[in-house]
């Protein structure tokens, strides 16, 4: 039966038209009723819709009678294409034996083209590359197919040109992933070992794993173990995607599925973990997936203060559908009780917040985004990891900080190379080196200190190449830096949450424009509000919120000018108090507003 299975996934840059492609393949082999179609099938997620971004791997099974007269079970994998989510497409390589190499006719090959293809060539995955939108006046096909036969070295007639919009050719796609995809290697009689690539929460049915089996087969009523967590549990149902979860018999060597698991903790169930039959000896765990490194930091509150618990649950259940989502607890005085939460990037930390806010009703607060630093205390060996700067030690006890630097690649039109360099020299970076696809696109190679790219870098480029760059990043090493907490200081007192760390050369400009911005979006009160900005107790930038001005003698008419003036001193000496006492509230976007470079 395996020799009929083919799996295999859609890997792209963003907007070369994954979803659409995947679309086709489901209208050609009548998977999805064609009263049921709609653009973006395999986007679940409203939020996918609503961005027309794909976020989620999505597996779908399709049946296809091929031209050789036999019947084939098609395993297809939609991954995401943006930067942020290269995690999900790492896994999902891990769970097929091919990958169609999408290149959109009028761009060409871009930064996460060549991105995920490396992944793909990783795990030795057959590769097929695919030339879409054919079909668009400003198509450049023999550009862009010259752009890949240098790429992969492959031979012209070995790439195969579609419209995924107008449905072009696509059964050329699905003959070529028959005949050169591999199937999956059937070991007649092996143990029972699946991979978890992916996971969901369902109220009813608890833990619901997403599987591609190995060796073996499972059936509900099966008595299962999860070998890194070491839990055991009863299959409760499983079944296959089409997209819908469709309940079956039983899962078999090669197949792509899901498991009902009965789980009721989150953290049962491990994306990457290996489940086996229970009884023993149980057989050797199947390679998992390298720990993700979260890129980027930020507080989660819940406005309300009550609303915690729910927030916390509700996160909970979140990682457990996207598990590069990290995340402690955190407490401040002014938020209350929230979390720490790790991101890979700022889009990612944008649609956990809106998942948050729609899916569970949560109305957030979320801090300033910063990164983690690597700290060497003196008198100690090992490092300490600092991801908020209120974790950063007294001065006095630093040796060194040290921040990390991505590895980053820019590919762009020969004419935009001088406007790059100067935003590299910007943002703290050095240029690496340059290679030419064609005489008129280049991949720029750099590397530039995370902070310098997590907040604007990638606007700033698209600015300055009209549109027309790409970018892709990836962790490169932690470098000694020059560095220092910058601390707000709102009413003479230190609001934590607004406390970032930034490079000492640029202290005095960016602790200038936070108190400028404070000063546009704090509400005035009765009594006058110093807000400063400090460097180890140091003023070094300062700003007055001047006190409303409430007109006291408003009910005086006439008589002695005395009256008058006693009342005038008694609102001085009432402000006077407020301002030794007073509080201030900080509006959310007030934490917002640190972001702002200029």
């Keep these: 039966?395996?020799?009929?299975?083919?799996?295999?996934?859609?890997i792209a840059h963003i907007d070369h038209g994954k979803s659409t492609l995947a679309d086709r393949f489901l209208e050609f082999t009548k998977t999805v009723p064609e009263r049921q179609m709609k653009e973006?099938?395999?986007?679940?997620?409203?939020?996918?819709?609503?961005?027309?971004?794909?976020?989620?791997?999505?597996?779908?099974?399709?049946?296809?009678?091929?031209?050789d007269e036999q019947d084939y079970v098609i395993n297809l994998v939609d991954t995401p294409g943006h930067v942020d989510f290269s995690y999900e497409v790492s896994r999902t390589l891990a769970a097929v034996e091919g990958a169609v190499l999408l290149v959109d006719a009028t761009q060409g090959v871009e930064a996460q083209t060549l991105s995920h293809?490396?992944?793909?060539?990783?795990?030795?995955?057959?590769?097929?590359?695919?030339?879409?939108?054919?079909?668009?006046?400003?198509?450049?096909?023999?550009?862009?197919?010259?752009?890949?036969?240098?790429?992969?070295?492959?031979?012209?007639?070995?790439?195969?040109?579609?419209?995924?919009?107008?449905?072009?050719?696509?059964?050329?796609?699905?003959?070529?992933?028959?005949?050169?995809?591999?199937?999956?290697?059937?070991k007649q009689g092996s143990e029972f070992r699946s991979l978890i690539f992916d996971s969901i929460y369902d109220e009813y049915r608890g833990v619901v794993a997403y599987v591609r089996v190995f060796d073996g087969e499972v059936k509900a009523g099966d008595k299962i173990r999860f070998l890194q967590t070491q839990r055991e549990t009863e299959v409760l149902e499983v079944g296959i995607f089409t997209p819908k979860l469709v309940k079956s018999d039983k899962l078999s060597t090669g197949t792509i599925g899901y498991i009902v698991t009965g789980l009721k903790e989150v953290a049962d169930c491990h994306v990457g973990d290996t489940i086996v039959h229970e009884q023993k000896p149980y057989p050797e765990a199947l390679p998992g997936y390298l720990t993700v490194k979260p890129m980027v930091y930020a507080g989660l509150f819940a406005k309300e203060g009550?609303?915690?618990?729910?927030?916390?649950?509700?996160?909970?259940?979140?990682k457990l559908n996207d598990a590069s989502l990290i995340y402690e607890p955190e407490h401040f005085q002014a938020l209350g009780f929230g979390f720490r939460a790790g991101f890979l990037g700022l889009l990612h930390l944008e649609i956990v917040q809106e998942r948050l806010e729609s899916e569970y009703g949560i109305d957030l607060v979320v801090t300033a985004p910063g990164v983690a630093y690597r700290v060497t205390r003196r008198n100690k060996k090992t490092p300490m990891i600092v991801s908020s700067p209120h974790e950063l030690p007294d001065p006095a006890e630093i040796d060194t900080i040290e921040e990390p630097w991505l590895k980053v690649d820019i590919v762009s039109p020969t004419d935009y190379i001088g406007s790059i360099m100067n935003l590299i020299?910007?943002?703290?970076?050095?240029?690496?080196?340059?290679?030419?696809?064609d005489p008129k696109r280049v991949v720029i190679h750099s590397e530039i200190p995370l902070a310098g790219v997590i907040i604007d870098f990638y606007d700033r480029l698209k600015s300055a190449t009209r549109g027309y760059a790409s970018l892709n990043y990836d962790f490169n090493k932690f470098k000694k830096a020059d560095l220092v907490k910058l601390?707000?200081?709102?009413?003479?007192?230190?609001?934590?949450?607004?406390?970032?760390?930034?490079?000492?050369?640029?202290?005095?400009?960016?602790?200038?424009?936070?108190?400028?911005?404070?000063?546009?979006?704090?509400?005035?009160?009765?009594?006058?509000?110093?807000i400063q900005a400090a460097i180890s107790g140091k003023i070094i930038a300062s700003a007055r919120l001047s006190a409303m001005r409430k007109d006291v003698t408003a009910k005086l008419y006439g008589g002695d000018v005395t009256r008058k003036r006693k009342l005038l001193e008694k609102q001085k000496k009432g402000k006077k108090r407020m301002r030794q006492g007073g509080k201030v509230e900080i509006p959310t976007k007030a934490y917002i507003s640190m972001l702002k470079k200029k």
Excluded: W
């Excluded at 039966?1 to 859609?10: E, T």
């Excluded at 597996?59 to 091929?66: A, I």
């Excluded at 609303?307 to 996160?315: F, G, N, S, T």
């Design 425 to 437: 020299q910007d943002s703290n970076g050095n240029y690496l080196t340059m290679e030419y696809l």
């Design 117 to 186: 293809l490396y992944l793909a060539i990783q795990e030795d995955l057959t590769i097929i590359p695919v030339i879409n939108k054919i079909d668009l006046p400003n198509a450049d096909v023999d550009t862009v197919a010259q752009e890949i036969i240098k790429l992969l070295g492959v031979k012209r007639e070995e790439i195969i040109e579609v419209s995924a919009k107008t449905g072009a050719h696509i059964q050329e796609v699905l003959e070529r992933v028959i005949s050169v995809v591999p199937p999956p290697i059937n």
């Design 1 to 10: 039966m395996s020799n009929c299975i083919r799996n295999f996934c859609i």
């Design 487 to 530: 601390d707000i200081l709102v009413a003479e007192e230190a609001v934590e949450p607004l406390s970032t760390i930034v490079r000492r050369s640029e202290a005095y400009a960016q602790g200038k424009l936070a108190v400028e911005n404070l000063k546009k979006i704090l509400p005035r009160h009765l009594f006058e509000v110093k």
């Design 40 to 67: 973006q099938l395999l986007d679940q997620m409203d939020i996918e819709r609503e961005r027309g971004i794909t976020i989620k791997l999505q597996p779908v099974q399709m049946k296809y009678h091929g031209l």
């Design 306 to 318: 009550n609303e915690y618990p729910r927030l916390r649950a509700a996160i909970e259940k979140l």
